[in-house]
C-alpha cells in the first residue's frame, strides 16, 4: 500500500508539474498573440496614416498640376487670339485691296 501511495503521489506530483508546464506555455503562447495582435494593429495604424498622407500629397500634387494647366491654357488662349486677330486683320486687308 505505501508503495502505490507512493507510485500514486509520484504521479500526481509528475502530473502537476506537466499541468504546470503546461499552463506556462500556454500563457507564453498567448503573450506572443497578445504582442503579435498588437504589432498587427500598430502596422495597420501605420499604413493607414501612410495612405492618408500619401493621398493628400497626390491630391496636393494634382491641385498644383491643375494651376499650372489652367495657366497654360490660359496663356495659350491670349496666344491663338492675337493669332486669329492677325489672320483676320490680313484677310480684311486683302479684301480691300482688291
Not at 500514486?8 to 509528475?14: A, F, I, K
Not at 498567448?30 to 495597420?44: F, H, K, P, Q, Y
Not at 495604424?45 to 494647366?69: H, T, V
Amino acid at each position: 500500500i505505501e508503495d502505490a501511495n507512493s507510485q500514486v503521489n509520484m504521479t500526481l506530483g509528475d502530473a502537476r508539474d506537466e499541468s504546470n508546464r503546461m499552463i506556462e506555455s500556454a500563457r507564453a503562447q498567448a503573450s506572443i498573440m497578445i504582442d503579435n495582435t498588437e504589432v498587427n494593429r500598430m502596422a495597420t495604424l501605420q499604413a493607414r496614416e501612410i495612405i492618408k498622407s500619401a493621398e493628400n500629397e497626390a491630391n496636393e500634387i494634382r491641385k498644383g498640376a491643375d494651376e499650372y494647366a489652367r495657366d497654360v491654357l490660359y496663356n495659350l488662349e491670349g496666344v491663338l487670339a492675337k493669332a486669329i486677330n492677325t489672320v483676320q486683320h490680313g484677310r480684311e486687308m486683302l479684301e480691300t485691296s482688291r
